[in-house]
């Protein structure tokens, strides 16, 4: 499964990405994570290249993706390219554009700083990739210091997460 996150930096598509590819090697899956950003890291473009599969993974970057989750109109214009008539597309509640086929997840009642868990919920969901008992625990590992900080935040996520 080839997936692409796009966003502007600040918006979490790296931090999901990441938790994303942990999930997967702890489900015993090969899964390979490259980041893609330029030196302005918040306010930029970010785009995140996951890939979960089966057999060795070669390069993580890809030519169309089988999933994309779009969290910003300027990032959508950079991962056009790696979109097809197949690529399921999932986009954040801060997205404007609309754009044919795609899924707009809804705000819901949570702050914009756990939409990138909504989405990966809904990315979970749609492809199938990893057991929530590792998205979870990936969470956990990758937030520690956030959690320690404001325990409600955990509670916030998990809804986010399993937002459906």
């Given at each position: 499964?080839?997936?692409?996150?796009a966003g502007e930096g600040g918006?979490?598509v790296q931090v999901i990405a990441?938790?994303l590819a942990k999930a997967a090697?702890?489900?015993?899956?090969?899964?390979?994570?490259?980041?893609?950003?330029?030196?302005?890291?918040?306010?930029?473009?970010?785009?995140?290249?996951?890939?979960?599969?089966?057999?060795?993974?070669?390069?993580?970057?890809?030519?169309?993706?089988?999933?994309?989750?779009?969290?910003?109109?300027?990032?959508?214009?950079?991962?056009?390219?790696?979109?097809?008539?197949?690529?399921?597309?999932?986009?954040?509640?801060?997205?404007?554009?609309?754009?044919?086929?795609?899924?707009?997840?809804?705000?819901?009642?949570?702050?914009?700083?756990?939409?990138?868990?909504?989405?990966?919920?809904?990315?979970?969901?749609?492809?199938?990739?990893?057991?929530?008992?590792?998205?979870?625990?990936?969470?956990?590992?990758?937030?520690?210091?956030?959690?320690?900080?404001?325990?409600?935040?955990?509670?916030?996520?998990?809804?986010?997460?399993?937002?459906?």
């Amino acid at each position: 499964m080839k997936i692409i996150f796009a966003g502007e930096g600040g918006q979490g598509v790296q931090v999901i990405a990441e938790i994303l590819a942990k999930a997967a090697f702890w489900d015993g899956q090969p899964s390979l994570y490259i980041p893609n950003f330029g030196v302005e890291q918040r306010g930029g473009v970010s785009l995140a290249f996951v890939v979960i599969d089966q057999t060795p993974i070669a390069y993580p970057k890809f030519e169309h993706a089988d999933l994309a989750a779009i969290f910003s109109d300027r990032s959508y214009q950079r991962v056009k390219s790696h979109l097809d008539a197949k690529t399921k597309i999932i986009l954040s509640p801060a997205m404007t554009k609309t754009i044919k086929g795609a899924i707009k997840l809804p705000a819901q009642d949570l702050p914009n700083r756990s939409w990138n868990i909504l989405i990966l919920g809904e990315i979970n969901r749609q492809g199938k990739l990893v057991s929530t008992k590792n998205l979870i625990k990936a969470m956990e590992e990758r937030f520690t210091r956030q959690y320690a900080k404001n325990p409600a935040l955990q509670q916030i996520n998990l809804k986010a997460l399993n937002y459906a």
